[in-house]
């Protein structure tokens, strides 16, 4: 499968532990987006890469969240010290540079579910 | 915060009968697009319509797009009971960079058997 990958799919855990999720974009694609999606709304951005240098962060990224792309490839968003507020489902997303294979196109993964209880 | 807002927030039809969303927001865009998303899973793009587009089809799919008045449609013909999903509209911040999406709330599309 070449699409983005995601993992875990889904992750329960305490308030106040930390938790990681990681990404795969496709292979080719050098932008690198997280969103957060709770239930009822739509996505919502939380940063963005371009090969490893992030380039823009959200203000719903507080400084308990964090993400690298450490060698332009894979990402990892983690989030220390849970709260149940951070209960959401955390989508991945890639797309081409921009130029002529940029149509503007996001392609998510299947999404990290997270459960703070 | 979320630019986009769909009309209406839920809509049950009938397998075979036409389904209409629509779509609001607020800023000058360089193009709008949709995705669908299944119960639980990522979302897939269905169509990318760009601001000197007024309209653009794409199999049982029809998107307008009303600049002057900041708004959207999709459309979806014969409807099938797969097409049960929520849609959502997204659009880019109008700048010289569309890299980063604002998504709506989206509808929820139920089809009947």
């Known amino acids: 499968d070449t699409g983005v990958s995601q993992d875990p799919r889904h992750k329960i855990t305490k308030r106040g532990q930390n938790v990681t999720f990681r990404c795969d974009p496709i292979?080719?694609?050098?932008?690198l987006y997280w969103y957060r999606q709770t239930l009822g709304q739509g996505p919502e951005f939380l940063t963005y890469f371009q090969n490893e240098a992030q380039l823009e962060k959200s203000r719903l990224l507080s400084d308990r969240f964090s993400a690298e792309r450490p060698k332009g490839s894979f990402s990892t968003l983690e989030i220390q010290r849970t709260e149940q507020g951070d209960s959401a489902m955390y989508l991945c997303?890639?797309?081409?540079?921009?130029?002529?294979?940029?149509?503007?196109?996001?392609?998510f993964g299947e999404g990290s579910r997270l459960t703070v209880l | 915060s979320q630019q986009g807002e769909e009309d209406p927030q839920a809509l049950s039809i009938q397998e075979g009968e036409n389904a209409t969303m629509n779509c609001s927001y607020k800023t000058s865009i360089n193009n709008l697009q949709w995705y669908r998303q299944n119960s639980g899973r990522g979302l897939v793009h269905l169509i990318l319509i760009r601001s000197n587009e007024r309209e653009k089809h794409s199999g049982r799919l029809r998107v307008t797009l009303d600049t002057s008045k900041k708004s959207s449609s999709l459309l979806i013909t014969a409807s099938r009971a797969a097409d049960t999903a929520s849609y959502f509209c997204a659009t880019d911040n109008g700048g010289g960079s569309n890299y980063k999406l604002t998504f709506g709330k989206g509808t929820l599309l139920t089809v009947n058997p």
């Open positions: 292979s080719e694609h050098n932008r």
């Open positions: 997303a890639s797309s081409p540079s921009l130029g002529g294979a940029d149509t503007g196109e996001l392609f």
